[in-house]
């Protein structure tokens, strides 16, 4: 039975401030989506409400996960139910290798005991190593990558890349793309593209969230819904993503009596770095 | 005074009696050379002399004219510790025949231990075993309790105990372990001689109130190489102990060292401890130092570059958690022309824990050419942790001198924390992940897979409390 991610009536805000203001949307695995925003729309405000960043606020509505309520699951339980977001900004992290952070990872979404990894037996090095070089193969990613630390020193191309990695072996049944695009050149972008062209199939069901249509030249989604002031004002096939190519944001925005644009706060590096 | 000498009556030992009759009780059982029983006592006058020192408040440290003397103690309150709680340790041959069962914690160290080439076990300050593999024996490697060095090679402990590197009148606990020390070893190798696997020290505290005044004197002559890993233990969870040591390593020219300590003591145990290395010509100290348990814990280490090309290099994992006070003050002191020192020690604080790292480079007028640097960072995963990171630079030379030097205090990282659970790690495994790739730069920098292995335990013992 295919897992669909429902979203009702949503309404999330940061520090008191409004940004999603009663968002419907479903995502089926099998289908690709794309979500497409100006800036300020409220677009990472919904991927990082999704995945329960406690920064942000989910004051009303609902998401489920194969009918199940995640609103008050941590951000690892729902990945464990299958959802997984590609950030717009991966966090580095120091120190720990992407092979280390990776198996950790796998093993903890696979384990059966529903309370993250803190008891998970980490599965068989043999068996991980075998994976992670055929996954890696497969996108095409230099196998260095492994031994380096997660995101640390990555150039922005070598960020999404290894977010296309992590959601390769993680295996979700729904993955959220934020501005997977964003920062990079368009060969950046193709490499990008056709690597999660790759993985998608009947098993995984894909949110794209973008400014530009350009990602959509290598990810053709099915449905595309257009975000303005936290809402989804209009949904349809690839002719939105045409208009839009075409003619901008501005004759949606009129014909929903939208002319203010709504500025989404930054979510600050709240505290001084240690990775000086 | 031959009449004292002559008087040997039974010695109860009694807690607290740190007299100076029971100095002279120690020395008398264990038939000590005249020149150690001078050198107690001469100690005792100076730990008679001195109070406990006291943590000033601000004004008082403000109007104090002795700077130096008051900063040490300025950061750490010693109120809640009772000396006279502790017992005093005498040894004789009898006692130290005496078996007493090793606590789990240590035995189970022991079974971890595989082939290697020398160890020394230690408990409540009475050596209860020694072991050189007979290859080194062969090629003059010495190591042994310092008891038996005192009579087998006193012409190496007289010259170096308590003389040059670790004076006993720089505070009250090293006067303390001067007249009353207690076991410990002497590790000698003698001129070009490579060790290359650790040898291995362990040192235990298991009975109530017992106190360990264990004595370190390492002797690399010149162009040997060696590795000791000393780990400091605690038989159980909550029986209070007191450990007063000091570590004095000489590198002769050439010479490379590494010593590792590991300090497990349970949370209530009081650790002070003055450590200072003699660092000659083209010759190479490394600290490890990881300090991780204790109640109260007052390290002062220090690398003295007393001839060209000499480096020290001081790596440190600190992990505090519960209400622990480490305190912590490093030395790297630059006397001689083209020396080059290195420090990181990174911290990690949880809960009401709180660290003290004080750190001075010193380069001597005579330091010419010094390239030094000095790095502490620290990450609390609490809100009511405290950490304070002091580095300190005293420059008395102009030419060619590099010294460089930094600190970081800062919350766990709350972007890392979602990040990692996004990928389905809980909450706690998580920090975990953080706080490994937090001391990771330390770890690589250690190049014995053995000595990884042995502090990659104790962090995740202490991750797991």
Redesign the interface.
């Known amino acids: 039975m295919s897992t669909e991610l429902v979203i009702k009536d949503l309404h999330v805000s940061v520090e008191d401030q409004p940004i999603i203001k009663g968002l419907n949307l479903s995502v089926k695995q099998g289908e690709v989506h794309a979500l497409m925003g100006p800036n300020g729309s409220g677009k990472s405000t919904l991927a990082n409400a999704l995945m329960g960043n406690p920064f942000y606020t989910i004051d009303s509505g609902e998401i489920t996960i194969g009918g199940v309520d995640i609103l008050e699951l941590e951000p690892n339980e729902r990945a464990k139910l299958g959802l997984f977001l590609a950030f717009q900004y991966p966090t580095a992290i120091p120190g720990v290798s992407m092979a280390n952070f990776l198996r950790m990872a796998v093993s903890a979404v696979r384990s059966e005991d529903s309370n993250g990894s803190d008891t998970t037996e980490l599965i068989p090095m043999r068996e991980f190593r075998r994976e992670l070089r055929a996954k890696m193969k497969q996108l095409g990613v230099d196998e260095s990558f492994a031994r380096r630390y997660l995101n640390d020193g990555f150039s922005g191309g070598e960020k999404k890349r290894a977010e296309v990695l992590q959601l390769a072996m993680l295996e979700p049944k729904i993955a959220i793309l934020d501005e997977t695009d964003s920062g990079l050149d368009i060969d950046a972008v193709r490499i990008v593209g056709e690597s999660v062209n790759q993985l998608i199939g009947p098993n995984l069901g894909v949110l794209i969230i973008t400014h530009y249509p350009r990602l959509l030249n290598y990810i053709r989604p099915q449905f595309i819904h257009i975000l303005l002031d936290g809402r989804v004002v209009e949904s349809g096939g690839w002719e939105l993503a045409e208009l839009l190519e075409e003619k901008g944001y501005d004759p949606i925005r009129e014909a929903h009596g939208l002319t203010e644009v709504v500025v989404e706060p930054e979510v600050e590096e709240a505290l001084p770095s240690l990775r000086a | 005074m031959p009449s004292e000498l002559n008087h040997n009556p039974p010695y109860e030992v009694q807690a607290g009696d740190f007299s100076r009759e029971f100095v002279e009780h120690i020395s008398k059982t264990q038939d000590e050379p005249h020149w150690m029983r001078y050198r107690r006592l001469a100690a005792y006058d100076v730990y008679d002399r001195l109070p406990i020192p006291k943590t000033p408040n601000e004004d008082t440290w403000k109007r104090t004219t002795d700077m130096h003397v008051q900063d040490y103690w300025r950061r750490t309150d010693l109120r809640p510790f009772k000396l006279h709680r502790y017992h005093p340790i005498s040894l004789s041959p009898s006692e130290s025949a005496e078996h007493a069962p090793l606590p789990d914690a240590l035995a189970n160290r022991l079974a971890s231990l595989n082939g290697e080439p020398g160890q020394i076990v230690q408990q409540d300050g009475i050596v209860r075993n020694v072991a050189l593999a007979e290859d080194l024996e062969r090629k003059g490697v010495y190591f042994a309790d310092m008891n038996t060095a005192l009579k087998e090679r006193p012409e190496l402990v007289e010259p170096h105990f308590m003389t040059k590197a670790v004076p006993v009148d720089w505070n009250k606990f090293d006067a303390l372990h001067g007249a009353f020390w207690q076991g410990g070893y002497l590790l000698h190798i003698p001129r070009g001689v490579v060790l290359e696997v650790p040898l291995r020290v362990f040192v235990a505290l298991s009975e109530a109130g017992r106190t360990d005044l264990s004595h370190t004197l390492i002797i690399a002559d010149e162009g040997s190489q060696v590795t000791v890993l000393e780990e400091h233990l605690s038989g159980d969870t909550d029986t209070p102990g007191l450990h007063c040591g000091a570590v004095e390593i000489f590198v002769a020219d050439n010479a490379h060292v590494n010593y590792v300590g590991v300090q497990r003591w349970n949370l209530r145990t009081w650790n002070f401890s003055t450590q200072r290395a003699i660092i000659g010509r083209d010759a190479q100290l490394r600290w490890v130092s990881s300090a991780l348990g204790s109640r109260v814990s007052k390290l002062n280490q220090l690398s003295v570059l007393e001839k060209p090309g000499g480096h020290s290099e001081m790596l440190g994992l600190t992990f505090t958690h519960a209400r622990q006070h480490l305190d912590i003050h490093t030395y790297q002191d630059h006397q001689a022309p083209h020396t080059t020192s290195d420090l990181l020690y990174r911290t990690v604080l949880k809960d009401r824990s709180r660290s003290v790292w004080a750190g001075m480079i010193h380069v001597h007028p005579g330091g010419q050419h010094t390239d030094a640097y000095q790095k502490n ?1 620290n ?1 609390m995963l609490s809100d009511h942790a405290r950490a304070d990171p002091l580095p300190g630079l005293e420059i008395l030379a102009s030419e060619g001198i590099r010294c460089t030097h ?1 600190a ?1 205090a ?2 766990i ?4 924390v ?13 920090e975990r ?2 706080v ?6 330390v770890m690589q920098r250690i190049s014995l897979e053995s000595v990884r292995t042995q502090l990659q335990q104790s962090i995740d013992h202490k991750l797991a409390m």
């Open positions: 960072d990450l930094g970081t800062g919350p990282d709350k972007d890392q979602f990040y990692l659970m996004s990928r389905g790690l809980s909450h706690d495994a998580a992940l953080i490994d790739g937090f001391f990771e730069p």
